[in-house]
């Protein structure tokens, strides 16, 4: 009889070593959330480490004026119940304001997944002078798959801190309006909605989607079968950040072709002239290519020193380059994103 129950334990053990690779978070629950975050960091301290989840049901997790809060693990998915009904917020006080100090959270880790979840930023972007810079997502690690992440904040939304990161978000959704897609590093955006809010209370002024400074990878941001969502206020593609800077918008759809500067990319916010910023195949709402033939733009530094000109339309010889495989390598984010969410959704069932 022992040695029957012996077998028995012996093959149990996997079973509850695996259940122990998931903590479910108390709804709506912040010291269950940080704590469940504090665990994951301290049990995946090895980028060796096996995939564990944190399972967040829907709910608001307000953090108050905590920022900062990170990630540091390997391998943890943080997979909430649903894109707009799992929201994880902060709101930093004015005085916090810094692209380097406010995130909700930071990561650190490599291989980290994020899926179904809001992160917030609700610093006071109108009434914070000269800028309202707040970050959702402070990414600091690398190999990183956000997966319906709802991303909502104003300025320097989606912040890529490191250099020689590789990152991929697929049916993401960010919101901004001055560099709120910004830093460095080879990111792919796989149908991503785009949302441009308004610059000024009333309006005015330009949006500014993108900031790039890739400096030590091959190919910076690629935004590939995209949407971008405009409210009010006029926008552009981007700008370059420093050092050389790439950023092409493949296939993307304006729902509001009407608003984007005709430069399309901001002609004097550069900071930089080595830089790589392109689109092909743009379309309107209704599918139409309505991707000029030529757009020569005359750059000029922040500074209005100097001058360049670049032709911002690729050739399809030029967008035929952009594909996963040929950015990542060995790493295929988007098979490793399929396999992680047929797990996730059967922890769903189970778990929330």
Known sequence: MKQILLIVACLMMPLAMKSQRVIVVEKNSVESLLAAISEANQRNDTVTAERLFIMIPDGVYDLGERTLTRVSGHNIALVGESMAGTVIQNKPDVKTESISKTAVL???GTGNYFQDLTL???LDYYNVEPDGRAVTL????????CNRVRMLSYQDTYYSDNEQCQSYMLDTEIHGTIDFICGAGDVWFERCRI??????????GVDIITATRTSETEWGYVFNHCTIENDVSAFNYGRSWHTNPHCVWLHTTLLTPEKLETTRFDDEGMKTSGNYFKEYGTTDGAGRDITPKSNVVRFTLRDHTQPFTAE????KEEADRYTVKRVFGDWRPDKVLMKIEQQAQKLKKKHL
């Open 312 to 315: 911002t339309i690729m050739t």
């Open 195 to 204: 949302v441009t809010e308004k610059r000024t209370p009333d309006g005015s």
């Open 138 to 145: 402070q990414d600091k690690g690398t190999r990183t798959i």
């Open 106 to 108: 930071q990561n650190r």
């Open 120 to 122: 917030k930023n609700a």
